[in-house]
């Protein structure tokens, strides 16, 4: 009975044997962690949205990278209590998100890797790792701790698009990318405009939205009845590939370069 061949190797850490582990802090020392919510993005996107579209570009990355890098366990439950009016919302507080990924982090230190960058689908957990990357530095001097979002790495791109005036949560940048990434989980049909303009708002959910001034927390439900910002009836799956490619090379090229250093 003939064996059959081996498959490429798993880029995945969770999908590797303890033996492949040990090799990949050698061959792989970057470690990418996905990082997302559980949320709501309107009627039409599942309230996993953040964490699919992190573990994809997470896949993308490591592919591009050629094995010089693996995917460590995920996050997939973030800082948004800006979105518990909406039903099915699990949010975790900043300190709860900050353990979490300082005891992953600290894991991944113990054997061996050195490189470890947050790939973030949601914003709100940004606060929160900014905060873990300086704590990081007093505690683990020689570890090199990196975060990213994602749609602001493409902002020129999703500029291109025609997005609305407003725009963001669950509208056209975040519901291209599915349509790209994982168009099944999408519900065409039931895909519906939120708030498009500042018109819309009133005088305090517009100051939150304006920049170049003190931030100001709303909730969601405030900003936007139905938990939308902008149209995402206007996007394609191209629209998210677009995106989705921009994201995938500016990652890839910022780690090539940490790497070389």
């Known amino acids: 009975m003939s064996v059959p061949a081996p498959g490429p190797r798993p880029h995945r850490l969770g999908e590797m044997t303890t033996v492949e582990a040990a090799e990949a802090v050698t061959t792989a020392p970057v470690v990418l962690i996905p990082a997302g919510a559980f949320e709501q993005h309107g009627p039409g996107m599942p309230l996993a949205t953040d964490l699919i579209r992190a ?18 366990p995920p996050l997939p439950v973030g800082v948004s209590p800006h979105h518990r009016a909406f039903a099915g919302t699990v949010s975790l507080t900043p300190a709860t998100l900050a353990a979490l990924t300082r005891e992953y982090v600290t894991g991944l230190h113990q054997h061996g890797w050195r490189r470890i960058l947050v790939v973030t689908g949601h914003a709100g957990n940004n ?71 500042l ?42 590939e677009a995106v989705v ?13 940490w790497l070389a250093t």
Do not use: M
């Open 199 to 240: 018109g819309q708002l009133d005088p305090l959910a517009r100051l939150s939205r304006h920049g170049g001034h003190p931030t100001l927390a709303v909730p969601y439900d405030r900003l936007s009845p139905n938990g939308v910002l902008g149209d995402p009836r206007r996007v394609t799956a191209d629209d998210g």
């Open 127 to 197: 606060a929160t790792l900014g905060t873990v990357a300086q704590d990081l530095l007093a505690t683990l001097p020689e570890l090199e701790f990196a975060w990213t979002p994602l749609t602001a790495l493409a902002a020129d791109v999703v500029a291109g698009l025609g997005v609305s005036e407003v725009h963001g949560h669950g509208g056209e940048a975040e519901t291209a990318q599915l349509l790209h990434l994982a168009p099944h989980l999408v519900r065409a049909d039931l895909l519906t405009a939120g708030t498009t303009g």
């Open 55 to 72: 573990e994809h570009v997470c896949d993308l990355v490591a592919a591009e990278l050629n094995g010089r890098a693996v995917i460590g």
């Open 245 to 257: 490619s921009a994201i995938v090379s500016r990652v890839a090229a910022f780690v090539t370069e």
